[in-house]
């Protein structure tokens, strides 16, 4: 039976045809799907063991062990909420107000709850698909250390589905005032504001939690009241934490529907809410989205500055990389992330601070185990801010770049212009967080000089990765630079920036175990021990510096092959 004209499935047919027609596309590609296939084995894998290993050492604690697995649950889904959120806020912007499909949707004979049932399931989808993959291999890890089977898959999918639901209906509701307010293609102007009050409620949420407490139970008054904390919901008025409870009641065998019916009660209500919401203000918003946007000029100063400090890199490399910087800052939804982003890694450095160092009953040994962690630490948030604003380099040049082929600029020129736009700002910020963070936990000198060089070589990786990947699976026709990073490309190249660095921090862990035990001793080193720390070391930087040439080259390769 086909469905009928202007209905739901009718309107969404041309997005499900061309994303079918993509699948098939990268599937008739070998080396494509070979490719997805081992790098997203190699992620599922690693994800799986780290919160296995986690999950079989809390089993193993008696009393609390359990609490704290459900603790660690509700944390994580408290974060994919918070990156949920402002995901579906910039992504429902193009999706209901800058989509190229929209005149001709908003002049066909079609109902208003069709279209807007039609563009919130476009939201949800683009927004929590990564953040659904992410979910698969925590909740078979859970799912192994405590039992579930077939019921905790049931029970995840039907609490999953109204937690990404909730989500993407806050998140259009909030794009729509914004729209009602301002003008569409200005709106992106005041997405500095949604930065700053996102951020603003990340530090809140963070105080509130308190997540030092739980490093220091001697604060609390007794062991009663530490672990009312632990059995205590972190956010009882939360999404998240019904996802949490209804999850953990499958894993203890004490399931209770009251989570599933609060879920799905509160999905259907904000999505009827949302409808009237959107029967009421979409067609003026609309109508103002269609205004022009507001146009910027950038200051002949900066330029002459950049061309300036850039001299040596040849007139053609700086102009490209004037552009690319000029483009950045004209775009508010790029560099106004960078506030919430700031904040952020104020908020990690001062967990940092907060954590008992050097207390009674906590040994140097420990402070510089947090270091060496923080390495791996960093490289993920990298990984994170590569694929956020390195990836979409080449595909943001969209119908642009057939006129830089057809010119006599060389690919390489633009190949690197690109790179050093991107890994400059990595690199200073990688180098401030690991020297911040060493500072504070007081390490000596031969591990804050390893811990630096160790970053610095993971930075230039992984802004290599980010640029190749994001070349070899190019988004040239997106509407919304926020799909980039949650297109298969993006999702290849996160899998492979956590490969990355889980490889590093495995080379790199003899070297380091063997600082650890000459200055914990004080005694002097053997040869053998020299000779594995030194393969150790040399082996991870051979591995950042295959992973900064290899990706390069495919790159450059890929640009070349572009049609001029």
């Known amino acids: 039976m086909s469905a009928a004209p202007g209905g739901f499935w009718h309107i969404l047919s041309p997005k499900r045809i061309t994303a079918l027609r993509r699948l098939k596309t990268h599937g008739s590609g070998g080396g494509k799907t070979l490719t997805f296939a081992i790098v997203g084995a190699i992620f599922w894998l690693a994800a799986y063991g780290i919160i296995y290993r986690i999950l079989r050492y809390f089993q193993s604690v008696e009393d609390i062990g359990d609490l704290l697995a459900a603790k660690l649950l509700g944390l994580i889904l408290l974060t994919f909420l918070g990156v949920l959120l402002l995901s579906n806020v910039i992504t429902a912007l193009s999706t209901y107000f800058l989509s190229r499909d929209l005149e001709l949707l908003m002049a066909a004979p079609s109902e208003w709850e069709q279209l807007y049932l039609t563009k919130l399931t476009e939201t949800t989808i683009h927004s929590s698909w990564m953040v659904a993959l992410i979910c698969v291999p925590i909740l078979v890890a859970y799912a192994r250390v405590y039992g579930g089977g077939v019921a905790l898959l049931l029970v995840s999918l039907a609490s999953l589905i109204p937690f990404f639901l909730i989500v993407s209906v806050v998140g259009s509701v909030v794009t729509l005032i914004l729209v009602r307010a301002f003008p569409a293609r200005r709106a992106k102007d005041i997405f500095g ?12 949420l963070i105080r509130l939690l308190r997540p030092e407490s739980l490093a220091k139970p001697e604060g609390f008054r007794n062991l009663g009241e530490f672990m009312a904390v632990l059995r205590g919901p972190t956010s009882p008025w939360l999404p998240s934490e019904w996802t949490t409870s209804a999850i953990v009641g499958v894993l203890r065998g004490q399931f209770d529907p009251f989570s599933l019916v609060l879920l799905w009660s509160t999905a259907l209500a904000l999505v009827v809410l949302g409808a009237a919401l959107h029967r009421q203000f979409f067609a003026s918003a609309f109508t103002r989205s269609q205004e022009g946007a507001q146009k910027h000029t950038a200051g002949r100063r900066f330029g002459s500055s950049v061309r300036y400090l850039f001299r040596r890199l040849g007139s053609s490399r700086a102009e490209l990389m004037l552009k690319d910087i000029r483009v950045f800052f004209r775009d508010t939804t790029q560099w106004s992330q960078l506030i919430l982003l700031s904040v952020l890694v104020v908020v990690y450095i001062y967990n940092i601070r907060a ?17 060496y962690v923080n390495v791996g630490l960093a490289g993920f948030v990298l990984s994170a801010i590569a694929a956020r604003f390195v990836l979409p380099g080449v595909s943001l040049e969209g119908p642009t770049l057939w006129l830089l082929r057809s010119s006599p600029l060389r690919a390489r020129d633009l190949l690197w212009s690109k790179y050093w736009v991107g890994t400059a700002p990595l690199l ?137």
């Not at 504001?193 to 809140?204: K, N, P, R």
């Not at 930075?459 to 298969?488: C, D, H, K, R, Y």
């Not at 175990?513 to 080193?525: K, M, N, V, W, Y």
Request: hydrophobic share 60%.
């Open 193 to 204: 504001v949604i930065t700053v009050a996102a951020a603003g409620g990340v530090v809140l």
């Open 428 to 564: 200073v910020m990688a180098v401030a967080l690991t020297v911040g963070t060493n500072l504070l936990l007081k390490v000596g000198p031969a591990m804050m000089g390893l811990s630096v060089v160790t970053i610095a070589a993971i930075s230039f990786a992984l802004a290599a990765m980010a640029l190749a990947f994001g070349t070899v699976f190019p988004q040239f026709e997106t509407e919304n630079m926020a799909q980039i990073p949650t297109s298969l490309g993006g999702l290849l190249f996160m899998m492979s920036a956590v490969a990355l660095v889980t490889a590093v921090l495995v080379l790199e862990s003899w070297p380091v175990f063997t600082i650890f035990r000459h200055q914990l001793r004080g005694a002097s080193l053997s040869p053998d021990a020299v000779l594995v720390s030194l393969a150790g070391g040399l082996g991870a930087l051979l591995i950042c510096v295959l992973a900064t040439v290899v990706p390069l080259k495919i790159a450059l390769r890929r640009i070349e092959a572009f049609e001029a």
């Open 355 to 371: 954590l008992p160092l050097y207390s009674e009953g906590v040994s140097f040994y420990f402070a510089h185990l947090v270091s």
